[in-house]
């Protein structure tokens, strides 16, 4: 016997209905978009290639790239090391640790920049002694770094951690009872069982690194040619009256975006026929 529709509305309301969704989806997603790279190419093509490959703008492009390859790496391992932790072992202060896990996502990453500033700031706790031995974190990479690491941190172990627990540990101990090492079970066993969820995590934590303003903004010092990634760029070219350059330099974070969406789909069509296992 087939199951009867959850919800059987006349061809009218659906109509309407879909209407505004794609009404909505065009006016608040798509324009937008399309008036990037229409603002981008307003002066032609010479004129946006020359704002892309501007000292400044190549600069900020190097620092993104940079910060973005650090931020990658220390959070797909804290992602990991996070997520076998929870799922894995039974300890006190778990459910806290899981709590803290999502704390950048309630605090505002201006907040986080504040911190880091309080922390590591010339007038900070351990600013003077970092200055003194020849360190310098605020209004340089490794603040932005920092900053970016933060906001993007929840990324990774969120996407690993509902996916092992659901797994649980039976092949884990199946592979230790046969003999397996520590690291040949994880590499043999866990990670072709994540590899898919950590690929996801890991997508939409590189998005969010390129992208980060907030943070970022208040720990760089907003330096032309050193500590201005892109998105701060943008803000500057625009603040100048630069239209079409400071478009032209958006133009990459929007090609990210789609990007990511491209490969956030595929992504999810490949962890929706395995279940996220292989």
Aim: glycine letters at 8%; aromatic letters at 10%; one cysteine or more.
């Amino acid at each position: 016997m087939s199951a009867a529709p959850i919800r059987d509305e006349p061809a009218l309301v659906r109509g309407i209905l879909i209407g505004l969704a794609v009404l909505i989806i065009g006016l608040f997603i798509l324009l937008p978009l399309v008036n990037v790279f229409a603002q981008a190419f307003s002066k032609g093509w010479h004129a946006y290639l020359d704002a892309l490959v501007e000292p400044d703008a190549l600069a900020a492009v190097r620092l993104t790239l940079l910060v973005t390859a650090l931020s990658l790496t220390a959070n797909t391992v804290m992602g990991l090391v996070m997520a076998w932790a929870i799922t894995k072992f039974e300890f006190p202060g778990k459910s806290f640790l899981i709590t803290l896990i999502d704390l950048p996502f309630s605090v505002s990453p201006v907040v986080a920049g504040l911190v880091f500033v309080l922390l590591f700031g010339a007038q900070g706790y351990f600013g003077p002694w970092l200055i003194d031995n020849g360190w310098k974190i605020i209004f340089s990479w490794p603040g932005i770094t920092l900053a970016t690491i933060f906001v993007t941190f929840p990324f990774v172990a969120r996407e690993l951690i509902p996916l092992m627990q659901e797994q649980g540990t039976t092949e884990e101990e199946a592979a230790v009872t046969l003999g397996a090492g520590g690291w040949r079970v994880f590499s043999r066993v866990t990670l072709p069982n994540i590899k898919w969820a950590l690929l996801y995590g890991v997508l939409l934590c590189n998005a969010r690194a390129m992208g980060e303003f907030g943070a970022v903004s208040v720990v760089s010092g907003h330096v032309r040619g050193e500590t201005n990634t892109i998105p701060l760029q943008v803000e500057i070219l625009y603040n100048e009256y630069q239209f079409q350059a400071s478009f032209a330099v958006a133009s990459l974070l929007a090609l990210l975006a789609i990007v990511t969406l491209l490969a956030k789909t595929l992504l999810e069509a490949r962890l929706g026929r395995s279940g996220g296992r292989h």
